[in-house]
């Protein structure tokens, strides 16, 4: 097995303008004001757009000069955020699932833990967090309609942050619309609820349940939203507390998938060397995927991912909503809330030939069980299952 070390692997920060950028970080940390300054200028000046490192040198020189002079800064990357919800940029976010391995990996663990789970189950409850436009389900149903056993009734509950305005579920109402016509199309006995909210604001008791269906929480790149910090000065952890509501769900079987980064309880410059590290990685992989001119690379990495650095080396406190940690922090505090790890070693091999992955992307396991896909041996991201419920036999 690979282990979760090296917090910052040395490979991807070998470039002359990442050491310079850090340089100067050390003295933002000294509150040399000024002087910092007039460096970022100089270093955003010898940006260019060729190389992945430079690219990314370049968003976090114009976040930290935003940060030095006041300047605000973009909320998060959040696809479906006002500010961003263009044609284009959903285009841009559609060739990222189906060009690259990054979502595709998450969605396509998750479908088979839960394919695995399901046999011949006559009905099927699936509570989506942060369910985005739904894409994870079509390729789902595609998956069923291959396997022997008969398709269960799948009812499918959508949560997502609410649009601005008075009507908020009119995005996740549309994504239950197309998931309904591609299930009808395939003869599938399908229902969608929306919920539109913050999964740490839901009131999970209210939860329409059936306890005889089997119950599958899914949560694809979406608890790094939830705080972590106090709130409104109680002791409470918000994402701590969410875990434990799901286990009091139970679940016969949750699906965690998250970047590999730890954005979450670092001091700015070490913040920052954490951004340099896997967005740089991040931006190799696409430019071998998409090749260095396609232009919604260029949308993928300046306004999602560049919006979510924005975020992370920007904000402070609430405002700071991309808070990634990594599988050894996951691990802890599933554990903690009583969740038990489901391995599925075979899967491995399994991912590696539907993703037709070609080097340097590999798949591996940390130390903790959890499945990772990497990108010249530097993890990305990682996927995990958690065992809720007694349904579901854990397998080693």
Not at 26 to 33: C, N, P, Q
Not at 146 to 157: D, G, H, Q, V, Y
């Amino acid at each position: 097995m690979t282990t979760d070390i090296l917090p910052i692997p040395a490979q991807p920060l070998i470039h002359p303008l990442v050491d310079h950028l850090l340089h100067i970080v050390d003295l933002i940390t000294a509150v040399k004001k000024t002087r910092t300054r007039q460096h970022l200028v100089m270093l955003q000046k010898r940006c260019g757009s060729a190389i992945p490192a430079e690219r990314v040198v370049a968003i976090v020189t114009r976040c930290l000069l935003a940060h030095i002079d006041g300047s605000p800064t973009f909320q998060s990357g959040n696809l479906y955020n006002e500010a961003v919800h263009s044609q284009d940029m959903l285009s841009a976010y559609d060739l990222l699932v189906r060009a690259t391995p990054f979502i595709r990996y998450g969605y396509l663990y998750a479908n088979n833990i839960l394919l695995n789970t399901i046999k011949n189950a006559p009905d099927l409850h699936i509570v989506d967090i942060g369910i985005g436009s739904g894409a994870q389900w079509g390729l789902f149903f595609e998956a069923l309609q291959k396997r022997s056993f008969r398709c269960p009734t799948i009812r499918l509950t959508g949560i997502d942050v609410p649009l601005p305005g008075s009507d908020t579920t009119a995005r996740l109402r549309q994504v239950g619309i197309s998931l309904s016509n591609q299930a009808n199309s395939m003869g599938i006995s399908f229902s969608y609820e929306p919920i539109a909210t913050m999964a740490e604001h839901f009131d999970w008791s209210c939860l329409s349940r059936d306890t005889e269906s089997i119950l599958m929480i899914n949560a694809a790149f979406s608890l790094h939203h939830v705080p972590v910090e106090t709130q409104h000065n109680t002791i409470i952890n918000p994402r701590d507390e969410l875990i434990k509501k799901l286990f009091a769900l139970q679940p016969t079987v949750l699906c965690l998938i998250e970047p590999v980064s730890n954005h979450n309880d670092l001091p700015l410059a070490q913040r920052i060397r954490e951004v340099l590290n896997h967005y740089i990685t991040v931006f190799a992989a696409l430019e071998t995927c998409l090749g260095p001119h396609h232009r919604e690379r260029e949308i993928i990495e300046q306004h999602f991912f560049g919006r979510e650095i924005w975020n992370i080396i920007g904000s402070e406190g609430t405002d700071r909503v991309e808070r990634h940690e990594r599988p050894a922090a996951w691990h802890q505090r599933f554990r903690r809330a009583q969740f038990m790890p489901h391995y599925n070693p075979s899967l491995i091999t399994q991912l590696h030939e539907e993703l037709e992955l070609t080097s340097p992307f590999t798949i591996g396991c940390t130390e903790e069980g959890m499945t990772v896909l990497q990108w010249n041996q530097t993890p990305v991201v990682a996927a995990s299952a958690w065992i809720g419920h007694s349904g579901i036999t854990e397998t080693s």
